[in-house]
Each structure stands twice: as C-alpha cells, then as structure tokens.
C-alpha cells in the first residue's frame, strides 16, 4: 500500500509570498518618528545613534580620546602643534582647544587618527573600525552615498541633516530642515589639514 502524501506545491509559494511580505514591511512608529537607540565607547561616553533609511548612524559627534582597544589617542593643542602634524600623525583635539566643547562638537580627528591604520573602505558596510566604538565602523564612501541617495541626492541631504538655526552654523544657515532628526552641528579645526567629519 502506498502511503498517501499531501501536495505541498501549491502551499510553498504562499508561505514565500507572506514571508517575503512580512520581511519588507517595516513597523511604523508614532507620529512617524525616527528610531533611535545609544551606543557606548570604551570611556562610558554614552551616543545617541538614528536610524536613517536601512543604516543606523552616531547622532552625536564622537567623544572618546581612546581607541577601542584602550590605547590613547594624543591630545594635540595649538595651532603650531597642529600645522607641524604629518598625514600619519594621530592625534584629536577639542573645538576651540576647549573641553567645554566636548559635549556640544565632540573631538576632532586627524584622517590617521580615525583610521588607527587602516586604509580606506569601499564595502558597504565598510570593515574599518578606526576609532569607533566596538560593534561601529568608519563609513565607506558607498555607504554615504547610500545615505546622500535615500534623503535625495547630494543638494537635498545636507540640509535634511543639520541642525536648524543659528546656534552652531553661521547665518543664514539655509536649506537647514533636519527633517531626519539627525540634528549635525558644525564644528572643525580652523586649519585645512588631514580632518575628517566625526558622525558616523
């Protein structure tokens, strides 16, 4: 006697079609706000981070003077000390040489600093942890462009990502909606050399 089996074919492409449904909705929030969560560094510095499109980014610049692993980053003050760096040299500062800014703009990097010797990244997501909490990475240029394109294109993003008003960008400060949530203050060593921007 044969046993009697049943005809799964035609339930398979259904139990696809619910699973490929289920996974790319997406749960909507209240009031449509972004999701958002925290990350801490080696020191207890504690981030906020956003979700944006499908990446989640630091919302808040980097704080830590320490890689992940413990070892120090060099304080470097002046703009003497600065200008006689090299495009090896690690090293971070404070906005302004101030450490009233840390909270406000975070630190300061030099490309070699937050690199911590790796060189550059073209995967998304990108494998260079440089001086990134654990479980974070420095972005790749694809991955910003992933970010650029989702908020559309270059012209729109920046202002859907800066803080709006006066208090952190110069007058008259526009396109400024920080429709994401993102909130970028501004903030850099007044010199040209070797400086990278600090959210990622």
């Known amino acids: 006697m044969k046993k009697k089996t049943k005809n799964w074919s035609y339930i398979l492409p259904i139990m696809a079609f619910a699973i490929m449904l289920s996974s790319s909705c997406k749960k909507e929030n209240d009031n449509d706000q972004p999701e958002k969560g ?42 003497s000390n600065w200008d006689a760096l090299t495009e090896t040299s690690k090293a971070f500062c404070w906005y302004n040489d101030d450490i009233n800014n840390k909270e406000t703009y975070g630190a300061l990097y030099t490309w070699a600093a937050s690199m911590n010797g790796a060189t550059s990244s073209t995967a998304n997501p990108s494998v260079v942890q440089g001086v990134c909490p654990t479980g974070w990475h420095l972005p790749s240029d694809a991955e910003w462009t992933e970010l650029t394109d989702f908020l559309g294109g270059e012209t729109e993003a920046g202002g859907k990502l800066k803080e709006t008003g006066t208090s952190h960008w110069t007058t008259p400060n526009t396109g400024a909606t920080n429709e994401t949530g993102f909130t970028a203050p501004s903030g850099r060593r007044p010199l040209p050399r070797w400086y990278i921007l600090r959210r990622w």
């Open 38 to 79: 925290i990350v801490t560094d080696i020191e207890g510095n504690v981030h906020r981070t956003i979700k944006i499109g499908n990446q989640w980014w630091m919302e808040e610049n980097l704080k830590t003077t320490k890689y992940a692993t413990g070892t120090d980053i060099p304080l470097v003050t002046g703009t």
